[in-house]
């Protein structure tokens, strides 16, 4: 079963939902969940981060599609939170994206490896 192809403007979705996010910084807490998690700070957004992969990874195990999409919206929700944390957004992992297109995996994996730095995983 092919997957399907993203709608025009995907990439502006998440530009848009980036933005609304970003605009939550330093927003009342008491009337936005976003502006509770940036109160809460990097650990409590991290954390989420966590819990939501693993209940992406617990849904993707039962295999339910439903379920799997679901919760990859809420891993996905909560990464761009991190993202505005840190002063990024949705472009930024885009444009790493584009320009690791093309490029194999295997050799992207072999080049961080040899890069210099705390940041060459070996996974």
Do not use: C
């Amino acid at each position: 079963m092919a997957a399907p192809s993203p709608s025009p403007g995907s990439a502006e979705l998440l530009e848009r939902l980036g933005a609304l996010i970003a605009s939550r910084r330093g927003a009342d807490p008491e009337a936005s969940y976003v502006a509770t998690l940036f109160a809460k700070g990097t650990d409590a957004i991290l954390k989420k981060i966590g819990e939501e992969a693993t209940e992406t990874v617990m849904a993707a195990k039962d295999g339910e599609r439903g379920a799997i999409v679901r919760e990859t919206a809420d891993l996905w929700f909560h990464t761009l939170v991190m993202l505005a944390h840190f002063d990024l957004g949705p472009a930024d992992v885009l444009a790493e994206l584009a320009r690791r297109e093309g490029v194999s995996g295997l050799a992207e994996k072999a080049a961080r490896a040899a890069a210099p730095g705390p940041s060459s995983n070996q996974t």
